[in-house]
């Protein structure tokens, strides 16, 4: 999809691959509302993406918050019908959790994707036209002990953008589920273990826009990461444990964005 003359709303656009996603889509004609957490950050992203052409309205949101986010998606469809809302915030959680730190978990990754598709689907299938993207990860093929409720937020997040595809097909919207392996970010950052295929976020922004201009259901990358998740979810799980918990009890597979 080219974004010229396209509305595109994003969330978790102050950092990462949610702001290479801004910068990729930034061009005249364009419009953007990019909502994130860091106000600082996000207003860095925006006036990246305006000197790049882009007309963008900004918005320091917590996508926890139901009606605080189904005000902001609706305000921004009222400035202009959205195209294309991309729900990618996303934290994570490694090592050994605490129960708060898990529950933030889920209300983040699970809970800010229903609160910010619901109201872009209700606006959607009320004119029979739109795309959602759904920020999951290669996590989510398979639990992992140094992360289990970002991978379990994951797995949701990644059979329920399934299922919305064929559920809101009849009603002209089109739904992509987002796999990434490693990239970097200030997420990535504090990993203290080796990460195979780590990527920059605008490579990864320029998978994921190729993806959703053509529609592909899954966009899963890098492909021999994907792979090797694939493989491991298939093995019986004392051998995938194995290979997923070494005794450092560093995890081999957590991505994030």
Known sequence: MSSAGHHILITGASSGIGAALARHYAAPGARLALGGRDATRL??????????????????????????????????DDRAALDLV?????????????????????AVNLDGVLNTCWPAIDRMSARGAGQLAIMSSLAGYRGIADAPSYSASKAAVKVLGEAWRGALAPLGIRVSVICPGF???PMTAGNDFHMPFLMAPERAAGIVARGLKADRPRISFPLP?????????????????????????????????
């Open 183 to 185: 990239v970097s970010t």
């Open 86 to 106: 991309i729900a990618n915030a996303g934290i994570g959680e490694s090592g050994r959790e605490r129960e708060d730190a898990a529950r933030r978990v889920f």
């Open 225 to 257: 990461m994907t792979l090797a998740v694939w493989f491991v979810a298939a093995l019986p799980q004392r051998i995938g444990d194995r290979l997923l918990t070494p005794r450092s009890r560093r995890s081999a597979v957590q991505t994030a964005r």
């Open 43 to 76: 207003a860095e992203v925006a006036r990246a993406c305006r000197d790049r052409g882009a007309a963008v309205a900004e918005e320091t949101i917590d996508v926890t918050d139901r009606q605080a986010t189904r005000r902001w998606v609706e305000d921004a």
